[in-house]
């Protein structure tokens, strides 16, 4: 028994054990911060992780290493020697709360502070603009009303669409997006109600449909604008009766789906143009709400920038003052974009304001829509009457009513207050007659 227990202890004596994790840190330097996960150089040189432009700090200073499960502080032969909490080191151990001089510049060892949360599913922001919209998307998660979410390109919109549906109590089903604008105009229907086998050519089995794949969740219909306009009648049809007929299917079939739908267009605007119908707009307008710009909430820039960065990165003070001012066009879409392919291109782990590639295109003036009736209507929406002949405004009155209510000549002609024949005519001289 001895034996065994003094084998068992040259054993354990002479086994290797691993060494601890070192505690996660972080090295805080003028104008940025780093995290701690492998060796950090710091000096004047720009290969070093942290660059310190300062005449009293040698091209490669000191160098913070992991050792034995903790932080090793090492001098490398400095002109101006490594200071470390007021004594001049040539090695020592650190912790949270060291204090490193550098020449002139003084550099804290802190305990990594978590980055930014989600402040719902999903959705990371600190801008006051965006609490209103937030509150209301939380209120409006639970209900059973539809949602459109309106925004320019890239603010999020399918993000803000995810996370009412992880808030609602469908949040145990399927969540379904699709792009109305990529819709495929011959089969658009089957795309979105879905089709029996041998209902064309090539359906070779049958398909759910958008619909059927989202029944007991949430159906996204992003870009709901650029809906076809014989779509829209069946959609509004679906919506009122929650049921939907498959393209060759000899009956409908019940579906429970909440919609929620998103645009960059302006709804209102589209109705008058004839291109959507009004109708459906009042159907799905139960909670509207609007995602501002990145550029109207900048101080969520730079925790989105951090928040897309790798955890072994940071940003330089002169990359901070560049994402700062840039106007974003592209909007967050644009910024995740932007600080991957940074963090791809930078071979130092602090990156520099030259390794953020932008888009200089300048982004259009943005204002908060108003949904509401009475709204005014914009100007592009309006004919300026002044120089024009009576034929000219007869040929946008009929141009404007044609495409208003999709080509049904019956309908036109009721707004125009003139006889079928008569529009006939007029369609014919103005080859408007399909």
Known sequence: MEAILALADR??????REAPAPQPLALHFPGGVIGLQSTVSVGADTTNQVVLEDRYV???????????????????????????????IAEADVDAGARIRVGSAE????????????????????????????????????????????GESGTGKEVAARALHELSDRSGGPFVPLNCGAISRELAEAELFGHEKGAFTGAITSAPGAFGAADGGTLFLDEIADLPSRLQVTLLRALEAGEVKPVGAPKPRCIDVRVVCATHQDLRLRIREGAFR??????????????????????????????????????????????LAH????????????????????????????????????PR?????????????????????????????????IRAALARHGGNRRAISAELGIARSSLLRKLDALRLRG
């Open 278 to 323: 009004e109708d459906l707009f009042y159907r799905l307008r139960g909670v509207t709400l609007e995602l501002p710009p990145l550029r109207a909430r900048p101080r969520d820039i730079l925790p989105l920038a951090e928040h897309f960065l790798p955890p072994d990165r940071s940003f330089a003070p002169d990359a901070r003052a560049a994402l």
């Open 11 to 16: 054993v354990t004596a002479d086994s290797p």
């Open 365 to 397: 003036a943005w204002a908060p829509r108003v949904c509401e009736p009475g709204a005014t209507a914009p100007a592009e929406s309006t004919v300026e009457l002044r120089g024009r002949t009576l034929y000219e405004l007869e040929e946008l009155a």
């Open 327 to 362: 106007p974003w066009p592209g909007n967050v879409r644009e910024l995740r974009h932007v600080v991957q392919l940074a963090s791809l291109l930078s071979e130092a782990q602090v990156i520099r304001a030259y390794a953020l590639r932008f888009d200089d295109s300048p």
């Open 58 to 88: 040698s091209r490669f200073h000191c160098r913070l290493l992991p050792h034995g499960g903790r932080w090793l502080l090492k001098d490398l032969a400095s002109t101006n020697g490594t200071f470390l909490d007021g004594a001049r």
């Open 107 to 150: 550099l804290r060892i802190e305990e990594t502070a978590p980055r930014l949360q989600a402040t719902l599913p999903g959705l990371v922001t600190r801008d006051p603009a965006l609490a209103p919209v937030l509150e209301l998307l939380r209120r409006a998660a639970p209900s059973s009303l539809p949602v459109t979410i309106l």
